[in-house]
C-alpha cells in the first residue's frame, strides 16, 4: 500500500506525524478494529503491519478538510462510551484520542514555532476528517493532553462544533482513588505536561506549589485547569460551538445526553435511533473491558471507592473549592448540553 492510496481511504488511520522527517505515517484500522478498540494507541492496536509514510505537504495539498467535530474531556468521565455510542454507519465515525494529535502537543511542547504547531493541527485535523462513508461526520476524542490546543483546533475547522465532558470533582477524584497507583502517576505526568503549558496560570499556582500538592490534590488541580479553560472558551465560542456535559447527567439519562449531543453535533439520529443506542451495548458494557457494566455497578463501584478514601477526597474537594473561589472559576462550566 503506497502513501498515496492510504490517503484516499479513511481505513488508512493518519496515525503518526514523523517531525524529523515531515511526514505522516498511516496503519490501517479498519471500522470493525475501532470498535474493538477503546484507544487509537499503539499499546491498543498492538502490531500495525506496513505503515506507509506520505509527505505533510502532499497531504496539505490533496486533503480538503470535511465534517469534524470534537468531544473534549476531563477523563473517568464516560467520553470512550459516547464516543461509541455516536459511531453509527451512515451518520458519523467516532476516533478514539487517536495518537496524531498528541504528536501536535509534542512539537509545541518541544518548543516549535507557532505556525508550524498550526501547520501540523490543520494537517493532523485534516486527514483525521476523512469520512468511512458518503455523509459521514466525524467525531474526534482527543486525549487529555490535547485539551489545551482546543481553541487552536476549533479556530482552524470553523465549522467544528464541540462537547466539553466533564465528571463533577468528587467523582473524578473517586475515580482516580480506586484506579490505584497507576492513576495517581498518571494525573502527575499529566499535570507536568500542563506545566509545560502554562495550563494551570488561572489558578494562581506556581510550579512550586505543585511540588508540594498530594496526588489527589494534584489530580483536583488538573481538573480546575481543564474547567477554567473549557468555561472560557465556552463564553468565547457561545453554546452553537461549544457545549458542556456532566458525566452524572449522562450516566443518569444517556438517551437524553445523546440525543442532546446528535443535535448539536447535527447528526440524522431519529428517537427511534436514539433509544436503541441508550439500551445497547455501548452503554450496557465497560468501554474499557467490554465486560457487562450498568448504571448500579458504576455507583456500587464509586460508592466502595468513597467509602474507602472519603476522608482524603472530602480534604481536597474542600482545598479545591477554596482554590476555584479565589480563582473565578466556577465548578459547572457554561452552555451545559442538558437545561
Not at 501540523?120 to 486527514?127: C, E, G, Q
Request: proline share 6%; with cysteine.
Amino acid at each position: 500500500m503506497s502513501g498515496s492510496r492510504a490517503l484516499a481511504d479513511a481505513e488508512w488511520l493518519a496515525h503518526r506525524y514523523v517531525e524529523s522527517e515531515d511526514r505522516v505515517r498511516f496503519a490501517h484500522v479498519p471500522r470493525e478494529r475501532h470498535a474493538a478498540e477503546p484507544f487509537l494507541t499503539d499499546s491498543c492496536l498492538g502490531e500495525l503491519g506496513a505503515t506507509p509514510e506520505l509527505a505533510a505537504e502532499t497531504c496539505l495539498q490533496r486533503c480538503a478538510p470535511g465534517p469534524l467535530h470534537f468531544l473534549f474531556h476531563s477523563a473517568f468521565c464516560g467520553s470512550t462510551m459516547l464516543t461509541r455510542a455516536l459511531d453509527r454507519p451512515g451518520v458519523a465515525m467516532g476516533l478514539s484520542e487517536p495518537v496524531i494529535l498528541n504528536d501536535v502537543v509534542g512539537l509545541r511542547r518541544r518548543g516549535g514555532e507557532r505556525r508550524a504547531v498550526a501547520r501540523v493541527a490543520d494537517l493532523a485535523t485534516r486527514l483525521l476528517a476523512r469520512p468511512f462513508a458518503p455523509g459521514e461526520a466525524v467525531i474526534v476524542k482527543p486525549s487529555n493532553v490535547v485539551n489545551p490546543l482546543a481553541e487552536l483546533l476549533l479556530a482552524l475547522r470553523s465549522e467544528a462544533r464541540a462537547v466539553f465532558l466533564y465528571a463533577p470533582l468528587e467523582t473524578f477524584l473517586i475515580s482516580v482513588a480506586r484506579k490505584g497507583l497507576d492513576c495517581r502517576l498518571w494525573v502527575r505526568e499529566l499535570a507536568d505536561g500542563y506545566l509545560t503549558e502554562q495550563y494551570f496560570g488561572p489558578l494562581g499556582l506556581a510550579p512550586h506549589d505543585m511540588f508540594r500538592q498530594t496526588d489527589l490534590q494534584i489530580a483536583a488541580s488538573g481538573w480546575l485547569a481543564q474547567h477554567a479553560h473549557f468555561a472560557s472558551l465556552a463564553e468565547k465560542l457561545g453554546p452553537d460551538r461549544l457545549r458542556t456535559l456532566d458525566a452524572d447527567r449522562l450516566s443518569a439519562d444517556p438517551q437524553a445526553a445523546l440525543a442532546a449531543a446528535a443535535r448539536h453535533y447535527g447528526l440524522a439520529l431519529d428517537p427511534q435511533a436514539v433509544a436503541m443506542i441508550a439500551a445497547g451495548p455501548a452503554f450496557t458494557r465497560h468501554s474499557k473491558s467490554g465486560a457487562a457494566y450498568s448504571a448500579q455497578s458504576r455507583s456500587d463501584d464509586y460508592a466502595a471507592a468513597r467509602a474507602a478514601h472519603g476522608d482524603e477526597i472530602g480534604k481536597v474537594v474542600i482545598w479545591a473549592e477554596a482554590v476555584a473561589a479565589n480563582a473565578g472559576i466556577a465548578l459547572t462550566p457554561p452552555n451545559a448540553l442538558l437545561d
